[in-house]
C-alpha cells in the first residue's frame, strides 16, 4: 500500500508562511494553538488525506514561518490565513482550530465569512473575560512572567505541560507536547501572549452561519467544557462534542477520537469547501 508524503511549502511575503499538505479532495486548513506549530496537526493531516486536501500552517513567529517586526494584532493571522488560501488557490475551506488557532477562526470568520466552508473550534475561549480570575492569572504567570524574568522554555515546559493535559496523559504524549514547546520563537510568543489577554470575539458568536463543531477536553482546565457549552449557546445550530481522557490538547492527547469527530463532521459537509476555477 502506497502512502503520501507530507509536503512543506511557503506563502511568499512578509512574513513567509510555512505550511504542511497532503491528501486529495476539498481542502481542509488546521491552526495549532499557542505553544504549538504545524507538526502538532501530523495525525489528523493523515486521517483524512484520502478524501480531503489537508494543509497545517506555522503561524506568524512559529515552527518556520518568519518572525516579524513590531507589535502583533490579531487581525494579522487573519490576514496571514488568507494570504495562504490564495497562495493556494482556495475558494473556500473546512478551517480547524485548537485554542489559539480557534481564535484566530473566530476573528477570520467576520472578515471573510464567504472563504469558510465549516467551522471547527477546538478547546478555546471566545473571550479571555470568561477564564476565572485565578485561570487569567495563571494563563500569565506560567507563561508570560517567567520568560520575561529570564526562564527558559525548558524551565517552564514541565509545569506548563502539566497545566494542560489531562490526567491519564502519557509520558510519550508529554514528551512529543515539551518538544513542540521547546521549538517556540521566544518573541513572537510573547507577543501573542499579550494581545490573546484583550481578545473578545463574544460579539461575533451569534452572526456565526456556517456549519460549526466544538471539540473540548474531558479534563480541560484552562478552556473547561463549561465554556464550550457558553460558545455552543451563542452559535446558532452549531453541535459539539467532550473527549474522554483529555485536557487542553484533544487532538495530541486523544487522536484517534479526536479524528473520528473530525471525520464524522466533515464527511457531511464535505463538498461545501472548493478551490478557485481556473
Known amino acids: 500500500m502506497a502512502f503520501d508524503i507530507i509536503k512543506q511549502g511557503f506563502v511568499s511575503?512578509?512574513?513567509?508562511?510555512?505550511?504542511?499538505?497532503?491528501?486529495?479532495?476539498?481542502?481542509v486548513i488546521f491552526l495549532h494553538g499557542i505553544g504549538g506549530n504545524s507538526d502538532n496537526w501530523v495525525s489528523q493531516l493523515n486521517a483524512i488525506s484520502n478524501n480531503f486536501t489537508s494543509?497545517?500552517?506555522?503561524?506568524?513567529?512559529y515552527g518556520e514561518s518568519d518572525d516579524y517586526e513590531g507589535p502583533l494584532k490579531f487581525e494579522d493571522f487573519s490576514?496571514?490565513?488568507?494570504?495562504?488560501?490564495?497562495?493556494k488557490n482556495i475558494q473556500k475551506a473546512h478551517l480547524v482550530g485548537l485554542s489559539m488557532g480557534a481564535r484566530i477562526l473566530?476573528?477570520?470568520?467576520?472578515?471573510?465569512?464567504?472563504?469558510?466552508a465549516s467551522l471547527v473550534l477546538c478547546?478555546?475561549?471566545?473571550?479571555?473575560?470568561?477564564l476565572s480570575k485565578d485561570k487569567q492569572k495563571e494563563f500569565i504567570d506560567l507563561r508570560q512572567k517567567p520568560l520575561r524574568d529570564g526562564k527558559t522554555l525548558n524551565d517552564i515546559a514541565p509545569a506548563l505541560i502539566k497545566s494542560l493535559v489531562g490526567p491519564g496523559c502519557s509520558d510519550e504524549v508529554k514528551k512529543t507536547i515539551k518538544n513542540s514547546f521547546l521549538k517556540i520563537h521566544i518573541n513572537s510568543?510573547?507577543?501573542?501572549?499579550?494581545?490573546?489577554?484583550?481578545?473578545?470575539?463574544?460579539?461575533?458568536?451569534?452572526?456565526?452561519?456556517?456549519?460549526?463543531?466544538?471539540v473540548y477536553g474531558e479534563y480541560d482546565k484552562l478552556t473547561p467544557?463549561?465554556?464550550?457549552?457558553?460558545?455552543?449557546?451563542r452559535i446558532k445550530n452549531s453541535s459539539m462534542s467532550i473527549i474522554k481522557n483529555a485536557g487542553h490538547l484533544s487532538n495530541i492527547e486523544q487522536p484517534d477520537c479526536f479524528n473520528n469527530i473530525l471525520i464524522k463532521f466533515l464527511s457531511h459537509h464535505k463538498n461545501r469547501a472548493n478551490f478557485k476555477k481556473v
Open 13 to 27: 511575503g512578509k512574513p513567509r508562511i510555512n505550511f504542511k499538505e497532503i491528501g486529495n479532495g476539498p481542502p
Open 55 to 61: 494543509i497545517a500552517w506555522d503561524a506568524r513567529g
Open 79 to 87: 490576514n496571514d490565513l488568507a494570504r495562504l488560501m490564495d497562495f
Open 106 to 116: 473566530m476573528d477570520f470568520f467576520p472578515k471573510h465569512k464567504d472563504r469558510v
Open 123 to 130: 478547546d478555546c475561549f471566545f473571550d479571555y473575560k470568561v
Open 189 to 214: 510568543y510573547l507577543k501573542t501572549i499579550a494581545e490573546s489577554i484583550t481578545y473578545d470575539a463574544s460579539n461575533y458568536l451569534s452572526k456565526f452561519d456556517v456549519p460549526t463543531h466544538l
Open 225 to 233: 467544557v463549561e465554556i464550550g457549552l457558553m460558545a455552543k449557546e
